[in-house]
């Protein structure tokens, strides 16, 4: 699954950006913190896999169906996230729900 992702983490650059960011005590999390990417990488994955299990539970034929963007707002700013959807419409994630954009704090 991680191989899907449209982008790859250098996990070394990430680790010396992290590092220098917080140093400087920036957020490491906002729009260009150092750990973003991999917030949404894990977001994604997430996401992804609970689509995977509720298809593999519905009785009826069901498949995925594409993705769609949305723009997700944080405390430290916003970034876009690509969610999975399915054909019969019926999947409704857990981790962030249909028309929510908005990241709860205790993630």
Known sequence: ???EMNEKIDYKAL???ALEQFKAGKSL???NGAF???IKQLL????EAELEEHIAKEE???RKNG???KTIKTADG???LETSRDRNGSFEPELIKKRETVLAEQM
């Open 60 to 62: 009826e034929p069901n």
């Open 44 to 47: 994604e994955a997430a996401l």
């Open 1 to 3: 699954m991680m191989t």
């Open 36 to 38: 973003a990417p991999l």
């Open 15 to 17: 680790q010396q950006k």
């Open 78 to 80: 916003q970034f876009e």
């Open 29 to 31: 999390v906002g729009k």
């Open 67 to 69: 993705k769609v963007r």
